[in-house]
């Protein structure tokens, strides 16, 4: 098993582009999560996922969108970025029990 | 212990010495609770889990201790080695939180060879 998947690993965006973030798990997992973090601030809930189909927010949701088309995969979506948004995204998915499993992180610049 | 501020709390001990990482918690509702390492670079790894119907739980070389009338978690690590230098955080799942956990912003451990 990969377990959970990032792609990409880096990326440098202009201020105003768009992009996607794909997090992709095979565990078979029905809740999946995206966070950001930052120096000094711990990981914090963007949006997350408790099942296909399904979306909420979480506790910094402005100026991200997220789509989980599939079981398997939970996309984030930068639609115009912004200097504010150069972070470290992790994806997380985890089973009906709390222990979340991260993947390895995308590092997003913003010029 | 959390940071308020933008550098993380460290702690530094020798090599070959016991490691205790401590957190605060902050919901007497929490019922599951989670230490997870992070390397340079890389994804928080899960370390061990305890339930609030626990007191400690052991793994290999490694001890979480839950006081819930002090809402207090902690990490003890036995014989730090040189691979356990990273950054700490403490998770807490508050009952009724719709699957969502809480995490503390992390310390820093450095072991001096």
């Known amino acids: 098993n990969a377990g959970v998947t990032q792609t990409p690993k880096f990326r440098v965006l202009k201020t105003g582009q768009s992009m996607t973030l794909l997090c992709a798990q095979d565990?078979?997992?029905?809740?999946m999560y995206w966070y950001r973090q930052d120096p000094g601030m711990g990981l914090r809930l963007i949006h997350y996922?408790?099942?296909?189909?399904?979306?909420a927010k979480g506790e910094v949701p402005d100026g991200y969108n997220v789509s989980r088309l599939k079981k398997q995969n939970f996309l984030l979506g930068l639609e115009s970025a912004a200097p504010s948004q150069t972070s470290v995204y992790f994806c997380?998915?985890?089973?009906?029990?709390?222990?979340?499993?991260f993947g390895p992180g995308t590092r997003l610049t913003v010029l | 212990g959390e940071s308020v501020g933008l550098h993380l709390p460290t702690l530094s001990v020798q090599e070959g010495d016991n490691s205790i990482i401590n957190c605060a918690y902050s919901n007497s509702a929490s019922d599951y609770f989670i230490w997870y390492k992070q390397e340079s670079g890389k994804g928080p790894q899960f370390i061990i889990d305890?339930?609030?119907?626990?007191d400690k739980r052991q793994g290999q070389r490694v001890t979480v201790l839950l006081n819930k009338t002090v809402k207090h978690l902690s990490l003890q690590i036995a014989a730090t080695q040189p691979g356990d230098s990273a950054v700490y955080f403490c998770a807490e799942n508050m009952r009724g939180a719709n699957s969502k956990l809480t995490f503390g912003k992390g310390i820093t451990l450095s072991v001096r060879p």
């Open positions: 997380a998915s985890r089973p009906g029990a709390p222990r979340q499993f």
């Open positions: 565990m078979n997992h029905e809740y």
């Open positions: 996922s408790v099942g296909e189909g399904t979306t």
């Open positions: 305890i339930r609030s119907n626990m």
